[in-house]
């Protein structure tokens, strides 16, 4: 079941990676935008910078021009003819053939400041003008052509008549209005002729715009070439393309104070540059300029310079980011769209592996599923991972295989253990019920004479014995569990201690009216053994001999052969090779027999063939366990073999044979059932 605030690995892929990923495109984009804004920034700034350079080239090649034509102009022969009438046809003319847009052309005499001749009425252009060539002997024209020239910053400038053109025309609000004069000698071969402050006859003035019209001040989104602003080295206004009341004001009374004063002093060192301004034209619009910086035409009697700016805004010159934006809004949509898909497509494959190891191992549960580990993924890591998964399953099947046998054989030894139990309680019993039966029946004086006394005394002591046996064996199969069971190993004849279990158990057997036969070697046989335990192992023996044949005979022999192929003992001579012999006790009977799959069970302890209380035979089921232990504790073996139900059984001992040396007796500790499967 799904724990709350859990999810899939599928889904949690997924959101990762599309966490990871849409951000990063998202910021590709971003910086793509960024880039394109720097680009189109940079373009704008080369063009204006490169069109504030045009501007003020085209500038002074229009003001050289001028100069030219005036100058051309004013040594006409026309106007030293005194004429007043050809004079004023000839200025007429004048001011069509000029090239720049010519507002006004008259002809003043400088001495009386009277209007010979005049395109635009009877006010003077410029008194200031006709004050600097009055003065012309103290006075040296700032350009050194012979023209003098000033510029007009209003219609209407303080001092001065407003001219005669209309305010309805539209060349009336052109700026860079400037007033240029040349001198007149009616005398040209001495100009010092008519006084000698070489003041001139006439001055021929001329009113022109080199600004914009007011037609050409609009600009077209995308233009980078920018209207026109001609600023003073002084801070003076001389020219602005979009905004004729801030002709005339100084840029210290400006907002962008700091940022023109900027732009002034970096043209005055000849940088060419931009610069961002805001509040220049419209408030919070924001402008990007190019500047340059020319000599300034201006009669001022000192050399200044002009400074050219190329204005416009800056949404303009980021016109084509809007097109940039429709692409790139465009293009993350679909980046967003096919990284969507491309993340699904690499979180299944990345998740199946998952889901179908998650599926196997779900499965796996269900014993009954043939299933198995998928192998043939794409993922090298997760076939490695299948593989360590189905080995570990397999493992875990005969882990699982083991518990389940070692659980049956667990309950089986509970099972033995409680008919044990329920067998050594009655057998215990038995003898117990004896001698209590024998010793009240003397104690009560029910003895008709002393002879029947010593006889029912005689079968407690008896039974007593026997009651002491059983204590022993089950004494003794505890310390071979717990492993302090030990033998004392000394030089023994195996022969005198046959003879002496088959006089123990002589009576017994003639009781049952079996028959004996001992088939004795003739050899003398010497053994390194426990007298005491091999004697209680041979009894065992005997015993079970007995107990389980009721008619026929039962053979004792001996013999000696060698080591038998793929078993060894502790005490094989391999110094030269050669196998040591052993000594062979055969017990064999023509008893009820064992079958084949009970065989190896017998030498189990608490186990017997039949292990209910209702059986025919007594016993505890001890006897072929405690011989087994006591044998190998002294180096031997035992073997059964039966050929099944009713057919006898034979019981072999193996033991070493003593070598001629002489051998000091040791003490040998029996081993665990643990030790003893090493």
């Not at 040209?188 to 006859?201: E, I, T």
């Not at 044998?631 to 073997?639: A, C, F, K, P, S």
Request: charged share 20%; with cysteine; aromatic share 4%.
């Amino acid at each position: 079941m799904v724990k709350s605030g859990q999810s899939s690995f599928r889904r949690i892929l997924l959101s990762r990676i599309l966490l990871l990923s849409v951000p990063v495109l998202l910021l590709g984009e971003y910086v793509t935008y960024r880039k394109a804004r720097s680009s189109l920034l940079e373009t704008a700034r080369q063009n204006l910078t490169e069109s504030a350079v045009r501007k003020g080239d085209s500038i002074h090649a229009s003001l050289e021009s001028l100069q030219a034509n005036l100058l051309t102009a004013s040594e006409s022969v026309i106007l030293h003819a005194s004429s007043a009438q050809a004079s004023q046809t000839y200025i007429e003319q004048l001011a069509q053939r000029l090239p720049t847009k010519v507002q006004c052309v008259q002809l003043t005499d400088v001495q009386t400041t009277a209007i010979i001749a005049s395109t635009c009425g009877n006010q003077p252009l410029s008194a200031e003008i006709l004050q600097m060539w009055q003065q012309q002997g103290s006075f040296a024209p700032g350009t050194g052509s012979g023209v003098h020239i000033k510029t007009v910053l209003s219609p209407t400038p303080s001092g001065e008549s407003a001219p005669p053109v209309s305010q309805n025309d539209p060349s009336y609000f052109d700026q860079l209005k400037l007033v240029l004069s040349a001198p007149v000698y009616l005398d040209q071969s001495n100009p010092l002729a008519v006084n000698n402050s070489g003041m001139p006859d006439y001055a021929l003035t001329i009113r022109s715009t080199l600004g914009q019209r007011a037609s050409d001040r609009r600009i077209e989104p995308g233009s980078l070439t920018g209207y026109t602003v001609v600023i003073d080295q002084d801070g003076t206004i001389l020219e602005h393309g979009n905004d004729l009341s801030r002709v005339g004001r100084n840029i210290q009374d400006e907002v962008e104070a700091n940022r023109l004063e900027s732009i002034v002093r970096n043209a005055l060192q000849n940088r060419q540059d931009f610069l961002h301004l805001f509040n220049f034209d419209q408030e919070g619009m924001e402008l990007l300029s190019g500047y340059t910086a020319i000599p300034s035409p201006l009669s001022t009697g000192e050399e200044r310079k002009w400074v050219i700016l190329a204005v416009t805004p800056l949404d303009n010159a980021l016109a084509g980011l809007k097109d940039i934006q429709q692409v790139l809004v465009t293009l993350i949509l679909g980046l967003l769209a096919a990284n969507f898909l491309a993340t699904l497509y690499l979180t299944r494959d990345l998740a199946l592996p998952i889901e179908k190891l998650q599926d196997y191992a779900m499965n796996i549960q269900c014993r009954a599923t043939t299933e198995r580990v998928p192998h043939n993924l794409s993922i090298r890591e997760f076939n490695r991972l299948a593989e360590a998964l189905d080995s570990m399953v397999e493992r875990l099947k005969a882990w699982a295989e083991e518990l389940e046998t070692a659980w049956k054989e667990a309950k089986t030894a509970n099972q033995l253990k409680n008919e044990f139990l329920a067998t050594i309680s009655h057998e215990l019993r038995t003898p117990l019920n004896a001698i209590l039966g024998c010793i009240r029946l003397v104690r009560d004086d029910c003895c008709d004479n002393r002879d029947e006394e010593i006889e029912f005394l005689q079968r407690a002591d008896d039974a007593a014995i026997h009651l002491l046996n059983i204590i022993n064996d089950i004494l003794d199969i505890s310390k071979i569990e717990a492993g302090t069971l030990s033998v004392v190993m000394e030089r023994v004849d195996a022969k005198r201690l046959i003879k002496e279990a088959i006089d123990l158990q002589q009576s017994a057997i003639q009781q049952k009216g079996l028959q004996l036969e001992f088939q004795e070697d003739s050899q003398s046989i010497t053994l390194e053994a426990d007298p005491a335990k091999l004697k209680q192992a041979l009894l065992n023996l005997l015993g079970n001999a007995i107990k389980f044949t009721d008619t026929g005979r039962i053979t004792i022999s001996t013999r000696i052969e060698g080591l038998s192929e793929g078993q060894s003992f502790n005490n094989s001579d391999s110094r030269n090779g050669s196998i040591q012999p052993h000594l062979v006790i055969s017990v064999q009977d023509t008893g009820i027999g064992i079958a084949r799959d009970q065989q190896q069970k017998l030498f189990q302890p608490f186990v017997m063939v039949d292990g209910s209380r209702t059986r025919p035979k007594g016993g505890t089921g001890l006897g072929l366990a405690i011989s087994r232990n006591l044998i190998e504790l002294m180096g031997g073996m035992i073997r059964l073999d039966s050929k099944g139900i009713g057919q006898g059984t034979t019981v072999e001992v193996v033991l070493p044979i003593l070598n001629s040396s002489p051998s000091i007796p040791v003490a040998l500790e029996s081993k665990t059932p643990k030790e003893q499967n090493r």
